[in-house]
């Protein structure tokens, strides 16, 4: 039983979303191909698919000012963040979408054989850059060069802030890219674990180096080896820079570095001891390596630090489920469910219901499985859940 859990938690590990999911491609590239068993129906259907849909908008205070620092805007579909941006001095933002079947930063699949199928429930793997396939093709709701974006919506990331959303819908290639405004309410409670006071202490050149990588990571077409580059520097000028080195870990674990994402991670954590990120981040590469003990450390640490991360809750469930912690594990899991965040984490489902099988509560532990199929009917674990209820019935 042990080993069986173990293998399937080892790929919920990897189901967390990490990464900043940045457009690094470029525009062009093949595309995925059509279904048409035609050659010559399948080749004007290839270069209508070759053309990017772009959305673009302004993050603003309620009081009608541009944020003072460069803001995240996420691009949520069905619970999942499936693209990262930062915005510009100016607050705005864009995102390029490639409807092509192919290329480095195509996140709509039109072909059931691509391994990824975001907007139908997939998800980007965390540190190991491996994707997952969950939920059906997207050929369904992609035509040509449009696609249906009505279960996702953009929201902004401010430590101390909340976000108001943007509910998005049908859209087409030459539709106005401008999608409007993103408010963002200052919350009475700042969330200070998220920010490393560090950042204030270093010097001009530092700071001036790390606003050029965030400046970088709020392009369309985003050079992360650049980006790489001036995150070293300010790490060079000024080693306490705890922010600088939480970022360029995040970027190393897009360059598919994770020896060196872990290293910057842990300098992070050694430069101030009271910024929460790092140890959520290395948690999360514990867990890829199935290190269940030092997963439930550092995610304990991070909630220490504050209570209220959402995140930490779910690889402190996931990491102590694994290690027979049952009562808290049930207790984080029930954290993260409860929560405005439990969305991006439907797999504290499958947590939940296995915690309550073992506990001999079946018929709540098939109520929570019932929720995780009918999340992600296709997935591979929603199809194993599937069979398990029918041999319970």
């Known amino acids: 039983m042990g080993y069986r859990v173990t293998l399937v938690f080892m790929f919920l590990g990897l189901l967390s979303g990490w990464g900043l999911a940045q457009d690094q491609g470029q525009d062009q590239g093949s595309s995925s191909g059509g279904r048409s068993d035609s050659h010559d129906h399948r080749r004007p259907q290839e270069s209508r698919f070759k053309r990017p849909l772009f959305l673009s908008g302004k993050v603003v205070l309620d009081d009608g000012e541009p944020p003072a620092v460069s803001t995240q805007v996420e691009l949520i579909c069905q619970g999942t963040t499936i693209e990262q ?22 996140r709509l699949p039109t072909d059931a054989s691509i391994a990824s199928s975001p907007f139908a429930g997939g998800l980007v793997g965390a540190g190991s850059g491996t994707n997952s396939s969950f939920g059906p093709s997207l050929e369904s709701s992609i035509r040509y ?17 909340r976000s108001d959303k943007i509910r998005l819908g049908p859209r087409r290639a030459l539709d106005d890219p401008d999608v409007g405004v993103i ?31 965030l400046k970088e990571l709020g392009k369309k077409k985003v050079n992360l080896k650049k980006t790489s580059k001036e995150l070293e520097k300010a790490v060079k000028i000024y080693s306490e820079f705890a922010a600088a080195w939480q970022l360029l870990g ?6 598919k570095d994770q020896p060196a994402a872990r290293q910057a991670f842990e300098l992070a954590m050694a430069a101030d001891s009271q910024y929460a990120k790092p140890y959520i981040a290395l948690a999360m590469l514990e867990i890829d390596e199935e290190h269940w003990e030092e997963a439930a450390r550092l995610s304990g640490q991070a909630l220490e630090l504050d209570s209220q991360l959402i995140r930490a809750h779910y690889f402190f469930a996931l990491a102590n489920s694994s290690l027979g912690r049952l009562d808290i594990a049930e207790a984080s899991a029930l954290q993260v469910q409860r929560s405005s965040s439990a ?13 309550l ?12 499985y019932r929720r995780l199929v009918e999340i992600r009917p296709s997935s591979v674990i929603g199809q194993r859940l599937q069979e398990q209820l029918s041999g319970w019935t």
């Open 357 to 368: 099988s073992e506990k001999g509560d079946f018929q709540a532990a098939a109520e929570e």
């Open 250 to 255: 995040e970027v190393r674990l897009e360059l």
């Open 343 to 355: 969305k991006r984490y439907p797999l504290t489902h499958y947590i939940l219901g296995w915690i």
């Open 85 to 106: 941006v930062f915005t510009s001095g100016e607050g705005s933002f864009s995102f390029q979408i490639n409807l092509a079947g192919s290329g480095p930063n195509n």
């Open 183 to 213: 408010v963002l309410h200052r919350s009475v409670r700042a969330e200070t674990a998220t920010i490393s006071l560090k950042t204030l202490a270093a010097p001009k050149d530092a700071k001036k180096a790390y606003e050029k990588a």
């Open 145 to 161: 060069d449009s696609v249906n974006l009505s279960a996702c919506e953009l929201e902004a990331k401010l430590a101390g802030f």
